[in-house]
């Protein structure tokens, strides 16, 4: 089994039941000590169930970067060095950004979607390497791109435009920070099967949609199948750990091999994996 180096690993968006809950679990099996944070207090209680003792989860806005800050420092005084941050924050929050182009008020929801996808990233990521960079040790941050920032879907430009941002500035990142001891790399999921999935349009909620679900995943994904949260996790947990020590300014696919077989949209430019009836109804209009 991994193993990680003692001390403590900072998971931004630990709650909620999927990747990031995930990820608490994985690191705190590889000997590692969790800060888990979590905008709300649903994932904060999400965390702390699957943490227990020796760990630390608190609610917070990762963009108020002053308390972001003392609460590192307190963590990091209470339960050891901090050696790694994994950042999985972000998503689609509102079927309603899932629409055509020229349909969209393009600076609200873009701007909706970049604070949700970019900007807590960016502010877990400076608070921790400030705390590196004082340490003087170095250590490891992931962030949780998606295989939309890379290929595109028709219908997501905001959610792919802010991952596609994420994955440059993963790289601008390790390119600064690499001098100071700090490697910076980035996870790109495909469609991962997880708790906030299932309760959006992109799920299965009937047989029919479980059968139309079982087509897509077939005719696009090499693997046959969608993914679960530890096999992201599992990729987290590499890159944090020493088996990755010259590794840095990476963007790796965690996707079944669907990105090599991209596009995944089909004739209506709607992709496969929107299963949801009243969903694709209203886009096939356009």
């Known amino acids: 089994m ?3 180096a003692a001390g403590l690993y900072v998971v931004a968006g630990a709650g909620g039941g999927g990747i990031g809950t995930d990820t608490c679990v ?3 099996e590889a000997g590692g000590t969790v800060l888990g944070l979590d905008k709300t207090a649903l994932g904060c209680e999400t965390a702390r169930a699957v943490l227990g003792d020796g760990h630390r989860v608190v609610q917070i806005d990762l963009e108020d970067e002053a308390r972001l800050e003392a609460v590192l420092a307190d963590a990091q005084r209470d ?3 901090i050696r790694g941050l994994a950042n999985i924050v972000g998503g689609i929050p ?3 950004l899932v629409a055509p182009l020229l349909d969209l008020d393009g600076q609200a929801n873009f701007e909706r979607l970049i604070r949700l996808n970019l900007l807590p990233g960016l502010a877990a990521s400076r608070a921790v390497a400030r705390m590196m960079q004082a340490h003087g040790e170095g250590g490891s941050i992931v962030n949780t791109a998606s295989m939309v920032g890379q290929v595109s879907m028709a219908y997501a430009a905001g959610y792919g435009a802010s991952k596609a941002a994420l994955m440059n500035l993963t790289r601008t990142m390790a390119v600064e920070w690499g001098r100071i001891g700090i490697r910076v790399n980035a996870v790109s999921p495909g469609t991962i099967k997880t708790a906030k999935i299932g309760r959006d349009s992109l799920n299965t909620n009937s047989a029919e949609q479980a059968d139309a679900e079982k087509v897509a995943e077939r005719a696009v994904i090499p693997l046959g199948r969608r993914g679960m949260p530890d096999d992201v996790s599992n990729v987290i947990l590499f890159f944090l750990s020493d088996l990755s020590r010259y590794v840095s300014g990476q963007i790796l ?3 079944g091999g669907a990105m090599a077989r991209a596009p995944y949209d089909d004739a209506d430019n709607i992709s496969v994996f929107i ?11 356009y």
């Open 2 to 4: 991994l193993e990680l």
């Open 26 to 28: 994985r690191i705190a």
């Open 79 to 81: 339960l050891g060095t």
């Open 94 to 96: 509102d079927r309603k």
């Open 253 to 255: 696919g965690v996707d």
């Open 275 to 285: 299963t949801d009836a009243d969903t694709r109804e209203r886009l096939t209009r």
